[in-house]
């Protein structure tokens, strides 16, 4: 390195790049086990895990890992699939 303020960048620079890339990862996780529920057809599961993955959407778009508006593209596209899942069980039932 240059000098020591480049020293304490490239530390701060790694602990900050991990904790993003840890929190993308709890936030794609979660949107794993909605798609999961979704294709099981389980209306509980995925419920809880669209909550779940709302709440980590909002987080990591509030810290500014994400950016606002991919959060509320995410957000609406798994909002559409579980009303399509209630429409189908819906129909299934009637």
Request: aromatic share 4%; hydrophobic share 40%; glycine share 2%.
């Amino acid at each position: 390195m240059i000098n020591k303020s480049a020293e304490k960048r490239e530390r701060q620079n790694s602990v900050r790049r991990m904790r993003n890339r840890a929190a993308k990862s709890t936030m794609r996780t979660a949107i794993k086990k909605f798609d999961a529920a979704i294709v099981a057809g389980d209306k509980d599961a995925a419920a809880s895990a669209m909550d779940l993955s709302f709440k980590l959407l909002d987080s990591t778009a509030s810290k500014g890992i994400i950016h606002s508006n991919t959060a509320s593209r995410k957000k609406a596209r798994l909002h559409a699939r579980f009303n399509k899942l209630n429409k189908e069980q819906t129909a299934v039932q009637a």
